[in-house]
């Protein structure tokens, strides 16, 4: 059969996903309500976390297809992707147009050679605007250095929500056949007899894990034919060669994954039996043969702690929260979770390095989930030296605000060592770019919403490793922390709500050195959130319940990771996520900071 390979790429949100479970739909190989997006959290939050592989058959071609993840956090998996495939869908929303990842991820399949189609998705919309976002895509492949034949691409235009794709806005048209048969005209053949007669060599670009076959790799076969049940050889990027035996072999069927006995040069498979099989090995029949060119992966931005939850309300919730789970289940996670790297040499923690404050977040929102209990330190960036030269990791942040609020957004990331790069404007909004170190930029998303009354949008992207900037002055945020065990008693946080934002309510358990809020300006401040009523208040404004209480912030994960102090761990449990200080009490705290001084 023959076969063509496709990635699916845009900016967040434009509509990959439903164009994919479409495409899946209308060729039969899914049913309605089945969704790429399979995952629990993939589903909550509607985004895509982890790129996966379909396939659909149309016109008696296999069209393999990976649906990516929009988020910046997950484009250097997005990047595996294209290096494995021959054209890419590139879907743009009709009202939007171009957008920071849809740039980012353009010019990565430019560079490849890539001839995108492009998909202008969502013209459903009242605001869609398809032929102004047709000459923006247009506009942005020039930038980009397209080279003629790229910037001679297809576009069509689509409603993928409800499976609809037409060639020209005037035509009639019920299904995405008109799409599916510019895939078909466009997309190079990845399969053929003459292939097949090579020797093998297959690609691993993605990994997976199964309890009873262990990691899996997912790849593609440019040449041959590999087979189960085979001996193969599989060359590393260190130039080692190892041998193992393919144990079993799968193509994909939809959604489902077929076990066949041989699979041909041009398709994308998954193979079980390779345990220490990673990203970007070939797998070959003859160790002479040359290994693929690398592929990529991109090193991580920050890292943190992972420790057992020490907290006076460790293990009261979690079923799973000793040293040798956290170590057992962190182990589980780097065998799929590509762009993670952990530490497990340390003695009192885990150190586990990501690709941005979602990616770590996802891991921990799972753990939570399943039963786990873990702490967490303060996200860092991660430093690198080259050639003598300290080194650390910068974003392009992309801002989007109502034009009266550029002075303050200026003014707070230039204080960031963000440096503007370009500045445009469009229709009363002001879209500014900059480069700002990663260090500079943690924390400020916050910042940012607070600043533009939630009015502003906010993309953020690394962009690789740079000479280091030198001091960077933050923004200080207190703590309130709580000087003792108890309850929380409304009538005490009615008091303290004055003084900063209260992540608790009444009522709730808390214990000496947990931070139950944030003091706006300046310093940590020690409260006690039991203390009750006065007598003498007695009969003043009825009962503890009456009493106007703002609704506290709730801690998110992601909230968590971004407000903490250097002082503090974030406690993570399947019920709740709360802060606390990494000294209990005053004293400690005390001491210790004075210890870290005297090391100065
Ligand atoms: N009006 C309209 N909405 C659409 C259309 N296609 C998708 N959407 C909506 O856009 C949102 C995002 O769709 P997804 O398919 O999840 O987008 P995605 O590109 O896969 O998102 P990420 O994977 O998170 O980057 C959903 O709320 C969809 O219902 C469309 O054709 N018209
Ligand atoms: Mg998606």
Not at 128 to 149: S, T
Not at 267 to 289: F, H, K, R, W
Not at 407 to 420: Q, Y
């Amino acid at each position: 059969m023959e076969i063509r390979n496709i990635a699916i790429i845009a900016h967040i949100d434009h509509g990959k996903t439903n164009l994919t479970d479409a495409l899946m739909r209308q060729t039969g190989v899914a049913e309605v309500g089945v969704s790429m997006d399979s995952d629990v959290l993939e589903r909550e939050r509607g985004i895509t976390i982890y790129s996966k592989n379909t396939s659909v058959f149309y016109r008696g071609t296999k069209i393999n297809i990976v649906d990516t993840p929009g988020h910046a956090d997950f484009g250097s998996e997005v990047e595996r992707v294209l290096r494995s495939i021959d054209s890419v869908i590139l879907v743009v929303d009709a009202q939007e147009g171009p957008m920071p990842q849809t740039k980012f991820v353009l010019r990565k399949s430019l560079e490849l050679g890539l001839k995108p189609i492009v998909v202008i998705n969502k013209i459903d919309k009242p605001a869609a605007r398809p032929e102004w976002v047709k000459d923006e895509i247009f506009a942005l492949f020039m930038e980009l250095g397209a080279n003629d034949e790229q910037l001679n691409f297809s576009t069509v235009y689509s409603i993928a929500k409800d499976g609809i794709a037409k060639l020209n806005l005037k035509d009639d048209s019920k299904d995405l056949s008109p799409l599916l048969d510019v895939i078909i005209k466009e997309v190079p053949m990845a399969s053929s007899d003459e292939l097949n007669k090579e020797p093998l060599r297959a690609q691993s670009f993605n990994l997976g894990y199964d309890n009873f076959m262990g990691r899996l790799a997912i790849g593609r076969i440019y040449e041959g034919v590999i087979k189960s049940n085979s001996n193969v050889f599989v060359k590393k990027l260190s130039g080692e060669i190892m041998t193992g035996k393919i144990a079993k072999l799968f193509t994909f069927n939809g959604l489902e994954r077929q076990e066949v006995d041989e699979a041909f040069a041009g398709d994308i498979v998954m193979i079980a039996g390779l345990p220490d099989i990673y990203i970007s090995e070939t797998i070959c029949n003859d160790p002479s043969q040359e290994a693929l060119p690398a592929i990529n992966i991109d090193e991580p931005t920050i890292s943190l702690n992972f420790l057992v939850n020490n907290s006076p309300f460790g293990g009261k919730e979690g079923k799973l929260f000793t040293s040798r789970q956290i170590r057992e289940r962190l182990a589980k996670e780097i065998e799929v979770n590509v762009g993670l790297k952990i530490d497990f040499s340390l003695n009192d923690y885990f150190k586990v390095y990501g690709r941005g404050e979602l990616h770590i977040a996802i891991l921990l929102e799972n753990m939570r989930r399943e039963g786990y209990e873990v702490q967490v330190s303060k996200p860092q960036v991660v430093f690198k030296e080259e050639n003598g030269t300290k080194l650390e990791p910068f974003e392009e942040i992309t801002i989007d605000v109502p034009s009266e609020m550029t002075g303050v957004v200026i003014e707070k990331i230039s204080r960031r060592k963000g440096i503007m790069t370009d500045m445009r404007l469009k229709q009363g909004h002001t879209i500014i770019i900059f480069e700002i170190p990663t260090r500079g930029f943690l924390g400020y998303r916050g910042e940012f919403m607070t600043n533009t009354r939630g009015e502003g949008i906010i993309y953020s992207r690394v962009i690789g490793f740079r000479p280091h900037v030198g001091k960077i002055e933050h923004r200080t945020v207190g703590s309130m922390v709580s000087m003792t065990d108890g309850k929380s008693l409304g009538f005490s946080l009615w008091n303290l709500q004055e003084r900063g934002e209260l992540y608790i309510g009444p009522g709730e358990e808390v214990y000496e050195g947990m931070v139950i809020g944030n003091v706006s300006r300046g310093k940590d401040m020690a409260v006690n959130p039991t203390k009750g009523k006065e007598l003498t208040n007695m009969r003043a404004k009825g009962s503890d319940e009456a009493i106007a209480l703002t609704p506290p912030i709730k801690l998110t994960l992601e909230k968590g990771l971004e407000t903490m102090n250097d002082d503090e761990y974030l406690e993570i449990t399947p019920g709740n996520i709360r802060l606390r200080k990494q000294f209990l009490t005053e004293v400690d705290r005390v001491r210790a900071k004075r210890q870290e001084k005297s090391k100065i």
